[in-house]
């Protein structure tokens, strides 16, 4: 698959899979702009993701959120929340938009890069969550595994399978 040069390039998986830094890392060498789905929910809100989780809930979030989603298109990096891709509608818009990486890591990375998990409200049920998201992980575009990588060696991976450079 080559890159269009108008499609996005969204980054799925779990929290720990480091889509934030290879959002950031891969859109200096596409020269994209990231778009990063949670910090648009909290400008939203006007406060952290773990606040909205806690006086707003879970469903709060995840309404805006899918607000957020089903607009993102054209030409950048989406830094996805972790859930984002499990709505059906999101999915469905995100793999009509361009192409959706899925970065993938295992239980045994992610609890060494998240440590006590601090901010992040769903950490403390990261394997039951990764259990149910798997399969819906793989409807993505691509795969890259990301245990014992850089987030610039990810990044370059990514560019790699779009054809968008090396």
């Known amino acids: 698959m080559s890159l269009g040069s108008g499609e996005t390039v969204a980054l799925v998986g779990m929290m720990g899979s480091g889509k934030s830094t290879v959002a950031r890392a891969l859109s200096l060498l596409l020269g994209r702009r990231v778009l990063a789905s949670d910090e648009l929910v909290e400008s939203r809100f006007g406060r952290p993701v773990e606040r909205v989780f806690e006086e707003e809930g879970e469903a709060a979030f995840r309404a ?66 990764w259990r149910r998201r798997l399969p819906l992980y793989r409807r993505a575009t691509h795969r890259v595994a990301v245990d014992g990588l850089s987030p610039d060696a990810v990044a370059r991976r990514v560019l790699g399978i779009l054809g968008a450079g090396a």
């Open 64 to 129: 805006e959120e899918r607000s957020v989603v089903r607009r993102i298109s054209g030409p950048v990096v989406a830094d996805l929340g972790g859930g984002a891709f499990c709505d059906p509608g999101n999915a469905e818009h995100l793999l009509a938009v361009g192409a959706v990486v899925f970065l993938d890591v295992s239980p045994r990375e992610a609890a060494r890069r998240l440590g006590a998990g601090e901010g992040r409200p769903l950490a403390a049920r990261w394997e039951a969550l």
